[in-house]
């Protein structure tokens, strides 16, 4: 009879270790997948990679692979990932990298006064952590892009001073309950005002449109749910129509209107103020607007400090309150 292999007389538990050292050893040579830092520097590369660099403020400071420690870049202190780019006036030029999209945890995005051209890429919305988004006083144009409202922790949005083209896209601002302020001034929007664009965002406070295209009547409803409203700037569209009577109903923080250089039409509306206690400053110039100054209305806003209401058909008497406004 053949004798038995060898390997018959070898303990099985003995085997099951060399099988199991095997395996270990085999996935210790495999290539691993890239890190989470590893795709934060990939990111901020391709950034600086598209961009013009005049006066080499990144080719200076963005060298190695130390990227926490590069100019206008901040890192989490428990790992080695960006949460903030901040190059505020930094005299850059060319588009946004795409790549950008790629850091998961940035809370912070502030590329203002930086030259920036080209339109904004779509793949920011997959910034899931960002607060703050500041690319204003640049030349981006084209459409905002609808995925931007995927920042549902976005507290705000400052895109104004660009050429920024198309409609104020509804979609964008549905899912941002978080915003707080919101600047569009000075780009090239255009179409009417969504009547419900804001009902889903209580907490928004500052809204600024002014300079753009904007048309159509003034609607009602885009006030509904603004309790903490402070600032809204409409001035500088095309708008026509009234001012709604009761727009202020639900804005008892309201500081500011400017409704200046549109195409308003009526009277000031005797309700317009009757809710509003705070109101610092109201701008009605070049608007077209006609009838009398609403005599109550120095009685319902004692903080006034600034009324505009230049090249109007206003007639009647100017009210006796004006006389009080210590601060106008």
Same mark, same amino acid.
């Given at each position: ?10 303990p ?8 199991a050292?095997?395996?270990t050893?085999?996935?210790s ?22 961009l ?22 901040s ?15 930094t ?11 790629? &850091?998961?945890? +940035? ?14 890429p779509p #793949?920011?919305?997959?910034?899931r ?7 204003? #006083?640049n ?9 931007l409202?995927?920042l549902?922790?976005? #507290?705000v !949005? ?9 409609q104020?896209?509804h979609?964008?601002?549905? &899912? !941002? ?5 919101i ?12 009547p419900y +664009? ?64 549109n ?17 610092d ?48």
């Open positions: 009879m053949a004798a038995a292999p060898s390997y018959a007389r070898i099985i538990i003995i085997i099951v270790l060399l099988l050292l095997s395996a050893s085999a996935s040579f495999s290539p691993s997948p890239a890190n989470g830092s590893d795709t934060d520097l990939g990111a901020l590369l391709a950034f600086k990679a598209l013009a660099d005049p006066h080499d403020v990144l080719a200076g400071n963005w060298t190695g692979t130390s990227f926490c420690h590069w100019i206008g870049v890192c989490s202190r428990r790992r080695q990932r960006v949460t903030a780019l901040s190059l505020l006036d005299p850059l030029a060319g588009p946004i990298a795409p790549h950008l999209g790629n &850091r998961s945890f +940035l809370s912070t995005l502030n590329l203002t006064g930086t030259n920036l051209t080209g339109s904004i #793949e920011l919305g997959r910034l952590h960002l607060r703050y988004l500041s690319l204003r #006083e030349s981006l144009s084209d459409a905002i892009p609808i995925a409202g995927n549902t922790r976005l #507290e !949005l400052s895109l104004s001073f660009n050429q920024l083209s198309g104020i896209p979609k964008v601002f549905v &899912r !941002l309950k978080k915003l707080e302020r600047s569009l001034t000075q780009n090239d929007l255009n179409g009417q005002i969504p +664009l804001f009902n889903s965002t209580p907490s928004l406070k500052y809204r600024y449109f002014g300079s753009n295209g904007l048309s159509g009547m003034i609607p009602p409803e885009m006030l509904l749910r603004s309790n903490s409203l402070r600032e809204i700037d409409l001035g500088g569209n095309g708008l026509s129509g009234q001012i709604p009577p009761h727009l202020f109903n639900n804005t008892p923080s309201l500081r500011a209107i400017y409704f200046n250089d195409s308003l039409s009526s009277q000031i509306p005797a309700e317009m103020l009757l809710h509003v206690h705070k109101l400053s109201i701008g009605l110039s070049n608007t077209y607007l006609s009838g009398q100054i609403p005599p109550y209305l120095c009685n319902s806003t004692p903080f006034l400090m600034f009324i505009n209401s230049a090249t109007n058909n206003l007639s009647g008497p100017i009210p006796h309150g004006i006389a009080s406004l210590s601060k106008l």
